[in-house]
């Protein structure tokens, strides 16, 4: 048993690969089983099979294809497929779609493929998008796996300095395969990409934390914020990825103003303090990097603006829509409220106490890692708690900033928790929570330390992800 532990730590990402083999297969055999009885809802059916016979569409793979092809996947697809023809279509992240088409061009070109003339979008034909959506299906899974190695660096990085690095590290990255998101991170959805754009943000950022050089640390942090945009693109949620920006701009601050303000002479500077130069470069990258995390929400808004809401598109394709008018125009609030009625409490419904109570588990365990993160963040500013509870000394650049990284993480994982409970179709939790890193390295911890609630949390996560896997390929909730 020793000698099996030793082999898996010195071959983590043979293992990590292997891990993910499996569960696909796992979920694979869902979808197939599946097959063998009618989804409760036939959407994805007509939107992957079209109207038109051929012997691909009539074919198992088609059949199975479709399976993947449920709740928010048809709308993925439909836009890929023929752009955004309608309203409610832009609740969903443009990344995605673009992605696929992108791909399905490019194969096109090559000659691979033949691309069906009804996906023009100026074509009102109903044929078949399989290709659509098998392009969505290996993007998701590619981006899922490449997420998971992300994660093990990420880890590696952040937990450098724990007595059990490599295996707190390929924990965490494990717990992402058998995320409780389950069938989402393998159809044509944004979770997986979500989830490889964050990861990759946090690495790029974590990696500004530990850098020698004043200069590459405020590069790194220009590259995360792009990444961090990115992942907004493809899920909305993402934007929360902007907290460790506003987080750190809230410390560099005071220590600009003391470098400002300060009577000592520059040979008195405290070490390991910022320059003045260098405070002012790093609110520069810190701002830029922000910037473009906001850029990942805020560019489609703009598009869409133009499309709906300008003189010229107003007046001549649809008719101005009530939102161009509000003070911050915004077609994705507007369609999540008017179409999906999501709000402020608008979930609090007793017909939906089922699904805050489906919810819970996922959102006990973001809820307490959060907590747990960021209640001990005043005991020091200069060592960082390590996910089995052990204090691991840094001897990095910068080493501080791994922890206030850390603690960003936290706060935006408690974030969306509430905002979950508050303002979401709470159930989504589940899902969603796959692109933050702070709870696999909380239950990583759990796991090191042998505490049963480890234990209780992968069983849980199997299960629903399992279950949740044999629903959504029916076309059944919970979404």
Not at 380 to 386: E, I, L, Q, V, Y
Request: proline content about 5%; hydrophobic content about 50%; some cysteine.
């Amino acid at each position: 048993m020793g000698s099996h532990r030793q082999h898996v730590i010195a071959h983590p990402l043979r293992t990590l690969i292997a891990a993910f083999a499996v569960w696909k297969l796992i979920i694979l055999a869902i979808a197939v089983g599946s097959c063998i009885r009618d989804t409760y809802d036939t959407s994805g059916a007509l939107v992957v099979l079209g109207n038109r016979e051929s012997a691909l569409t009539r074919s198992f793979l088609g059949e199975l294809a479709s399976r993947f092809t449920s709740w928010d996947a048809i709308y993925y697809v439909s836009a890929a497929r023929r752009g955004y023809r309608f309203e409610q279509e832009w609740a969903f992240g443009a990344a995605l779609p673009i992605t696929i088409r992108t791909i399905v061009t490019a194969l096109a070109r090559l000659g691979f493929v033949t691309e069906d003339p009804s996906s023009d979008p100026s074509s009102e034909g109903q044929g078949s998008a399989l290709l659509e959506t098998l392009v969505g299906i290996l993007v998701a899974n590619t981006f899922h796996l490449l997420a998971v190695v992300v994660l093990f660096r990420l880890s590696l990085l952040v937990w450098r300095n724990h007595p059990q690095t490599v295996l707190v590290s390929l924990l965490s990255a494990a717990l992402h395969v058998v995320s409780p998101a389950g069938l989402f991170l393998s159809s044509p959805m944004a979770e997986s990409s979500c989830a490889l754009f964050s990861f990759t943000g946090y690495l790029l950022y974590a990696r500004s934390c530990v850098s020698a050089k004043p200069l590459a640390q405020d590069g790194y942090l220009v590259l995360a914020g792009l990444l961090f945009g990115i992942a907004t693109a493809f899920r909305s949620n993402g934007i929360l990825n902007g907290i460790p920006f506003a987080w750190e701009v809230v410390q560099v601050l005071p220590r600009l103003a003391s470098n400002l303000f300060s009577t000592s002479g520059p040979g008195q500077q405290q070490k390991g303090s910022l320059t003045t130069a260098s405070a002012v470069r790093r609110l520069l990258a810190l701002a830029v990097g922000g910037i473009a995390v906001a850029a990942g929400s805020l560019v489609p808004q703009a598009v869409a603006y133009q499309r709906f809401c300008s003189g010229a598109s107003g007046s001549t394709e649809v008719p101005r829509r009530p939102w161009c008018h509000g003070y911050l125009p915004s077609i994705y609030t507007f369609v999540q409220r008017h179409y999906w009625d999501v709000g402020f409490l608008r979930y609090w419904k007793l017909s939906n106490v089922p699904l805050f109570l489906l919810a819970a588990p996922m959102l006990a365990i973001m809820a307490q890692s959060a907590a747990e993160t960021l209640v001990p963040a005043t005991t020091s500013a200069t060592r960082t708690k390590g996910p089995a509870g052990k204090d691991s000394t840094s001897v990095e650049p910068d080493s501080g900033r791994i922890a206030t990284l850390v603690r960003s993480a936290a706060a935006a994982q408690l974030l969306l928790a509430v905002m979950a409970v508050t303002n979401y179709h709470v159930q989504i939790i589940t899902r969603i929570s796959s692109a933050y890193p702070l709870w696999y390295w909380w239950v990583a911890g759990k796991l090191i330390r042998g505490d049963s609630w480890g234990s209780r949390v992968v069983i849980f996560m199997v299960m629903y992800a399992s279950i949740q896997g044999a629903l959504f390929t029916s076309f059944l909730p919970p979404a």
